[in-house]
């Protein structure tokens, strides 16, 4: 058994890398020359609504195309909670849907998900794997322009934030893995976890920004560290003829 009853796991976008997915930080945060601060915003969507909704096209249709899958590292944190008596919750700032798809149950987007769409006219959150035009519907009320993507841009507040708090507070295992660690609140959530007497793990390709505040760390790619580090958390698990 491992040595430890509550479990919080962080994820980035490091850890979709190998299934295709560009991390956030890749060809310098631009994205058709736009820093990604500039289309990931609410003032961005008031001014450019086409803009920023093409840049979630783009993401939702290759995300839903076929051509992108789990990879070892989300079935290995599948795995690990299927089989994990204690507590286990899996934060992601992730708005793929890499965690559900490779079984993950107890999983957080705080992010948002790319696979939803909000209507700002009533609220309600729809699923949606096409693209959201200007003038889609909402199948609640009835409206016709008022759908954005269910994302959370820079200065909205992220989603689940009181059950990721009551889940730090009360963790004896924090494991970070691929996030650059320079986007609040998840790059303070080491420390958190830290005050509540956890060990913080981190495992990334490289030194994030907040490596020093961990007490282990361990570097290489995703599908070859996540599998590894759960494999020697949990040997009787057994993640190789599971996964
Ligand atoms: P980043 O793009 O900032 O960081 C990705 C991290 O993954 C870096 O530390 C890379 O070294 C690491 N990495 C790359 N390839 C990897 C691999 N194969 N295996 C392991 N690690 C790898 O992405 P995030 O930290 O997730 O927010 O970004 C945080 C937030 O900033 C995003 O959720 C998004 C963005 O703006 C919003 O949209 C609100």
Sequence with gaps: MPDFQSVVVLTGAGISAESGLKTFRDNDGLWEGHPVEQVATPEAFATNPQMVQKFY????????????????????????ESAFVGDFILVTQNVDNLHQRAGSQNVLP???ELTKAR??????????????EINSVCSQ??????????????????????????ALAQCDLFVSIGTSGVVYPAAGFQQLAKYAGAKTVELNLEPGNTASQF?????????????????????????????
């Design 110 to 112: 705080m992010h948002g």
């Design 57 to 80: 096209n783009a993401r939702r249709k290759q995300l839903c195309g076929g051509e992108v899958h789990p990879n070892t590292a989300h079935t290995a944190l599948a795995v690990f």
């Design 141 to 166: 009320c009835g409206k016709g322009d008022s759908l954005r993507p269910h994302i959370v841009w820079f200065g909205e507040i992220p989603l689940y934030m009181d059950e990721i708090e009551r």
């Design 215 to 243: 007490d282990e760390v361990i570097y290489g790619h995703a599908t070859q560290v996540v599998p590894d580090f759960f494999q020697r958390l949990a040997p009787e698990y057994n993640f190789l003829t599971e996964a």
């Design 119 to 132: 209507c700002l006219a009533c609220d309600a959150i729809l699923e949606w794997l096409q693209d959201i």
